[in-house]
């Protein structure tokens, strides 16, 4: 299987995971102390993002065992791109025209860091 799997893998486990985190953040409220850390440590959303973003975390060692970590790490920015449009589905956060300058640049840098090595 091609390191970039694992790459993508991460990627998308990683904006699933935190997206959960989010939503499962958001039901619990206004909750602090001792209550707010059962409520977290009970919540099926923040226990299931946390999962899902552990699993992101395994394809994410798989890369970085196949890969060098100077071309594997610049991959973890296109996780912004992702929690920014999860965010605007999802939680209907705006995208305005500062983000949308970010994600591109960041796009392109992805791109450019990719070109750096060969598989």
């Known amino acids: 299987m091609s390191p970039l799997v694992f790459i993508a893998f991460s990627t998308v486990f990683g904006i699933c995971g935190q ?14 102390g001792t209550r707010l850390l059962v409520r977290i440590a009970t919540s099926p959303w923040v226990v299931g993002g946390l999962f899902v973003y552990g699993c992101g975390v395994i394809f994410w060692l798989l890369a970085l065992s196949r890969l060098e970590v100077s071309y594997v790490y610049p ?9 920014i449009i999860g965010s605007y589905l999802l939680f209907k956060e705006r995208i305005n025209r500062m983000r949308l300058i970010g994600i ?9 860091s990719s070109l750096s090595i060969n598989l």
């Open 104 to 112: 591109i640049i960041v796009i392109v840098g992805v791109i450019v």
């Open 19 to 32: 997206l959960a985190l989010k939503h499962g953040m958001s039901r619990i409220g206004g909750a602090s």
């Open 75 to 83: 991959f973890a920015s296109l996780s912004y791109i992702g929690i």
